[in-house]
């Protein structure tokens, strides 16, 4: 079998529908998100955490998958209000919704990519995962010793290259490689990150920017 239509043969019309079907449950919870007290956000935060680690022993389990997947998707819309909201009244809906629509447009772009030029981006998985690990203890950090506005500007830009390998990596990989339809939750989850965290990046980089103006 060549790897033209090994590609043909992957369910991608169940993968994209699934994700899709996540962004609006995500979606949902965002919306219902502003009802919930602000001392549960952190508790739901650990949750997110817990369902990330349960998947990967569900994976090969369909319904459990799925079912893990959704509320995920549920729960992290719901710890994505504090973020949302606090941007948009920093930059205003107008510009956050424009800062969606930029980074719906380069995910796209880039998982289109990934996939109709077959090239190998797997080998970005080590650096990418260091890096993520280096934006988290940066995220600490800043908690304690808060940067100034030109490192977090670089440090967000440094952020969004890293999504934007992810996406690469992400997609290249099952371009190459492959998944069954067990797989597919799972790969929703990863690639719904990707988006959202390249979404929050490029918000971060906008803020700081607006700040500086």
Excluded: W
Aim: positive net charge; charged residues 10%.
């Amino acid at each position: 079998m060549t790897l033209t239509s090994h590609v043909k043969n992957q369910p991608y019309s169940k993968l994209f529908a699934a994700f899709f079907s996540g962004l609006l449950v995500a979606t949902a919870g965002l919306y219902t998100g502003q009802y919930v007290p602000p001392a549960l956000f952190l508790p739901l935060v650990v949750v997110e955490i817990i369902m990330l680690i349960a998947m990967v022993f569900a994976r090969k389990r369909k319904a459990i998958g799925y079912l893990l997947m959704y509320a995920f998707m549920a729960i992290s819309g719901l710890t994505l209000y504090p973020a949302i909201s606090t941007y948009i009244s920093i930059l205003g809906a107008t510009v956050v919704l424009q800062a969606f629509a930029v980074t719906t447009a380069a995910f796209g772009g880039i998982a289109i990519f990934a996939m109709v030029s077959k090239r190998d981006f797997t080998f970005l998985g080590n650096f990418l995962f260091i890096s993520v690990i280096a934006l988290i203890a940066l995220g600490i950090m800043n908690i304690f010793l808060p940067f100034s506005s030109t490192t977090s500007l670089v440090i967000s830009g440094f952020g969004i290259l890293v999504f934007v390998g992810y996406t690469l990596y992400d997609f290249s990989r099952l371009t190459l490689y492959g998944f069954s339809d067990q797989d597919i939750p799972r790969i929703v989850v990863s690639v719904y990150l990707d988006f959202v965290n390249l979404f929050l990046y490029i918000l971060q980089f906008m803020g700081i920017l607006s700040r500086n103006d």
